[in-house]
């Protein structure tokens, strides 16, 4: 025997470049093209060193406490996690653990498919519908769990609450999980459901709308008993994950408000100006409320307009996969830097 | 059914307590006493918050680069994770799927326990000698991977390089993790033995030596093939796991080795000179060299000595467990916090 007979074997992952050139245009990973609020820095400058020697709030006290004032739920409702990756797949760990498929679509964030496969929790997708939205019919087989981004990502397309309801209703004897990372760019969010259903699970983050990718905090709201069996599993085998600076840090993203609905605003009118462009250089793409555009061209394809962007240095992203090939998942920053995009897209598909 | 049936049931763990009082002397986790190296804050002040509005670099290359220069080996030879709890996490994950259990001592770091129910590993444990030194033979039964602290936790008691060598040489078939979170405090660490042995992974930790637990920063050095099984496992599920703040500051806390040699030192020495004095008042303890000391008094009940100094804003750590249930383990502050609990346990001992 080898020690290498034991190593698990997993399936590499390519994860989307993180080129840092002094000059590109970053539209690849939806990161926020605005600095965090400004308050952050001032936290900074009176951040105490000496503080790092100890170990971390291990219940994250102060973010959980401004978001339960902030969305107007119990902090035993919130549960806080190292990005909201960490919160789902903590989410998956916990409640995804019967015999049934859990079901997400076909195309969807390509990590509930990883989790899936980490945890050995069966799966199955179902077919988003010819306007890439979701068929609430295929949500009442029976299932082990649900789960899906709203708006949906790479779409960009939102469900409506009375969709996002119909589900949940179908399914009272399972975990609904909304993935909502992309809500706060125009989209309702689920969260009054979670009044009348204790089986509901709200996910989002502070990597897209409060401009924070950089320190890693994602959060979830459900009924107690949820957040409770949350925890417990957590802490079962990791309590210090989330590190000093940013439970520090990521409470003034919370606290300044009318910055966090500024930025996402901007983004929201970006994003809206930079449709009717793409519309008239002759891409379609269904309706976003993220803050991205999942377009493709009429004539020219996706793969080589991907490639044209990143020999001139505009990063987007491009999946080889069936049903988006043809497509770019283009991410909204600021107006400049979406000028130069429409820009070089004018010039090159003249040329095309 | 009800969506509770599918919840991940564990056994609910209780952390040690993390109170933050005023005027408290907390010698209860191990940290270290003394600040973060000078050139934190100097950072800290210059770190540029537009950044964290991105992802953090998920290969943590400022980090990497420096740990390699460090300790003379390749930046492919490292692999970095958020503490090492979560290094050592996946490390079992990655590392330990065989069939055998893998084999850990009977008294020791209680999270080996943990995640081995987590990723359903079977595994065994070995009894430390009456000196609480591991038994080698032990070693010597089929397995599939061992792990052992050095110096281990919660006695401090230290192996000799030929021990762990000799560990090693009879388990050239499997992975064995040497946990070197406390060897900075005069141990003799096993990343010589890496020339030799491809299937030994020995980790570390920033959160004793280097006084950040707050930034929580961990790291195993191993053979190139080890670390690309670790990040091929790791990339597999969750790409972007330290955030930006402790990739930037952790970079210091290697850089400065005169202030890590001037804490690590100051513990050390302090730690001798608690020796003596406990000694004195008729406490009896393995020879420490970690950070702390594990100590049991003569004819006084742990228990009873644990909650005295509690009442009286001490805090150490006591475990009801078999075998050292009337044991203490108090970590070694300042030279002024370890007099006030000298002075409080001689007044103590002296009326009870």
């Not at 609904?176 to 979670?194: C, K, N, T």
Request: charge should be negative; charged fraction near 25%; hydrophobic fraction near 40%.
């Amino acid at each position: 025997m080898k020690w290498e007979d034991n190593v698990r074997k997993v399936v590499p992952y390519v994860a989307g470049e993180q080129p840092r050139k002094a000059k590109m245009i970053k539209l690849n990973t939806n990161e926020c093209p605005y600095p965090p609020a400004p308050g952050v820095a001032e936290l900074v400058a009176k951040l105490d060193c000496g503080d790092l020697r100890l170990y971390p709030d291990s219940h994250t006290t102060p973010l959980v406490n401004i978001l339960s004032e902030y969305y107007g739920v119990k902090p035993e409702q919130i549960f806080v996690g190292v990005g909201s990756d960490d919160v789902i797949s903590m989410a998956f760990m916990t409640f995804f653990n019967g015999d049934r498929p859990i079901l997400f679509p076909d195309v969807t964030y390509s990590f509930y498919e990883v989790w899936a496969e980490l945890y050995r929790i069966p799966y199955k997708t179902c077919a988003l519908d010819e306007d890439w939205h979701l068929r609430p019919e295929d949500y009442r087989q029976p299932n082990g769990g649900i789960i899906f981004p709203n708006p949906n990502a790479p779409t960009g397309v939102l469900e409506s609450l009375e969709t996002v309801e119909k589900i949940i209703q179908a399914n009272r004897d399972v975990v609904v999980i909304v993935d909502e990372a992309y809500i706060d760019f125009g989209g309702v969010s689920a969260l009054p459901l979670l009044e009348k259903y204790d089986n509901l699970l709200v996910v989002q983050t502070f990597s897209k709308s409060r401009a924070m990718a950089g320190l890693r905090i994602g959060f979830c709201i459900g009924s107690e008993k949820m957040i409770r069996y949350l925890n417990d599993v957590k802490f079962s085998f990791n309590s210090y994950t989330m590190n000093y600076p940013s439970q520090v840090l990521g409470v003034e993203a919370v606290r300044d408000d009318a910055y966090f609905k500024g930025i996402t605003g901007r983004i929201v009118n970006t994003r809206e100006r930079v449709k009717g462009r793409l519309r008239e250089l002759g891409f379609t793409f269904p309706d976003s409320r993220a803050n991205f555009i999942f377009a493709r061209h009429k004539t020219v394809p996706g793969e080589q307009i991907f490639q044209a962007l990143r020999e001139n240095n505009i990063y987007v992203r491009h999946w080889n996969k069936p049903r988006i090939s043809e497509y770019l998942r283009i991410t909204i920053g600021t107006d400049e830097e979406m000028d130069t995009l429409l820009s070089f897209l004018e010039n090159y598909l003249a040329a095309s």
